[in-house]
C-alpha cells in the first residue's frame, strides 16, 4: 500500500548538502514515478515484514554520498495518486513547470552548477519535458539545460509502456473504487502511440544531434511485475516497460543496462554490494567525472558562436 502524498512531501527537497570543503560541487535530483510516494520510491526493506528496516540508497552514507561524495542531492516529490482517496488530476506538462520552479528557486546562487537527474518511470518523462521547456526559454529558466550533464532514466516508457493498457488499469480501478476517485489523465502519456509522449522524445531527441549533450543512461527490468494487483485483485503479471520502449535513444551518448528486478523495485537498492547498485554507481561516477570537460566544451563553444 502506497503512502498518502500530503502537501510536505512534495516539491524539492534536500536529502543530503555536499561537504563546505568540496571543490566541484554537483547537483543530484531524484524524481518517482505515479502511484508512488517521493521517499519510499527509493527505500528497500532490508529487515522482514514484522520488523522492516527502509534504507534510501539516495541519502545513505555508504551508497550514493559515498559514489558521490562532492553532490548535493535531491529529491523531487509531487501528488502522484491517481486513484483512490485524494486522487489527482495531473499531467506530465504540469509536474514539469512546478519542477522548474523549484529547481529555479533552490539553485537560485548557483545555477550553473552541473546538474543530473535521476528519474524512475513516469519521473523521467517530467524530466524531458521540464528540459525542453527550459531549452525553449533560457532567459526564463536559466542554467537547467545548459547544466544538465547527465541522465538516468529507470524504466521509463519513451514508446508506451505496453504492460497493461490504459483502458484495462481504469477498469480495474473503477471496479475498486468509486468514479470520483479515479483520475485517469496522467496514464494517457504512457500510452504506445500517444502523440504528447512522441512529441516529447521526438523533441528531445534533436536536441541529442548537437555537440556536447548530457550523458544517458536507461536501465531496463528483466522480471516481469504484477501490474493487476496495482489497483485491483486480479493478477495481470507482465512486463511494464520493454527494452526498446525503455531505451531513449541509440546516440554515442546514450548507454542501456538490464537490472534483474521488476518495474516496481528497480530503483530501489539497500546495500552497497549488490550487482545492480554497483552497475548504477559506476554510471554515476562516470557521468561527474565528464561534468567538468563537458561544461567547459559547452562554454568554449558558446563563446566561439
Request: contains cysteine; proline residues 4%; aromatic residues 8%.
Amino acid at each position: 500500500m502506497v503512502r498518502p502524498v500530503t502537501n510536505d512531501d512534495t516539491g524539492l527537497k534536500v536529502l543530503r548538502e555536499a561537504p563546505a570543503e568540496a571543490a566541484e560541487i554537483i547537483d543530484i535530483v531524484a524524481i518517482h514515478g505515479i502511484g508512488a510516494h517521493p521517499d519510499d520510491s527509493w527505500c528497500k526493506n532490508v529487515g522482514t515484514a514484522e520488523s522492516p528496516q527502509w534504507v534510501n540508497w539516495l541519502n545513505k552514507e555508504d551508497m550514493l554520498p559515498a559514489v558521490a561524495p562532492n553532490a548535493r542531492i535531491m529529491r523531487y516529490g509531487y501528488q502522484s495518486q491517481w486513484f483512490g482517496e485524494g486522487a489527482m488530476r495531473q499531467k506530465a506538462s504540469t509536474v514539469a513547470q512546478r519542477l522548474l520552479l523549484a529547481l529555479q528557486r533552490k539553485r537560485a546562487d548557483y545555477p550553473f552548477r552541473p546538474l543530473l537527474f535521476i528519474a524512475h518511470c513516469f519521473g523521467g518523462l517530467v524530466v524531458l519535458k521540464a528540459l525542453l521547456d527550459a531549452r525553449h526559454d533560457e532567459s526564463e529558466w536559466p542554467g537547467v539545460f545548459a547544466s544538465t550533464t547527465g541522465l538516468i532514466f529507470f524504466g521509463t516508457p519513451f514508446r508506451g509502456a505496453e504492460g497493461m493498457s490504459q483502458v484495462e488499469m481504469l477498469e480495474a480501478a473503477r471496479r475498486e473504487y468509486e468514479e470520483d476517485e479515479v483520475q485517469g489523465d496522467i496514464l494517457k502519456i504512457l500510452e504506445p502511440g500517444n502523440e504528447f509522449l512522441q512529441e516529447v522524445v521526438d523533441q528531445f531527441g534533436k536536441t541529442r544531434r548537437q555537440a556536447n549533450k548530457a550523458q544517458v543512461t536507461c536501465f531496463y527490468e528483466l522480471k516481469s511485475s504484477n501490474v493487476g494487483r496495482i489497483v485491483g485483485k486480479v493478477d495481470r503479471t507482465r512486463f511494464v516497460v520493454s527494452e526498446s520502449s525503455g531505451c531513449l535513444d541509440l546516440s554515442d551518448a546514450t548507454n542501456k543496462f538490464s537490472l534483474s528486478r521488476s518495474h516496481f523495485d528497480m530503483n530501489k537498492f539497500g546495500k552497497p554490494t549488490e550487482e545492480d547498485f554497483e552497475t548504477v554507481g559506476e554510471v554515476v561516477r562516470d557521468m561527474i567525472r565528464a561534468s567538468p570537460k563537458l561544461l567547459l566544451a559547452r562554454s568554449q563553444c558558446n563563446y566561439a558562436s
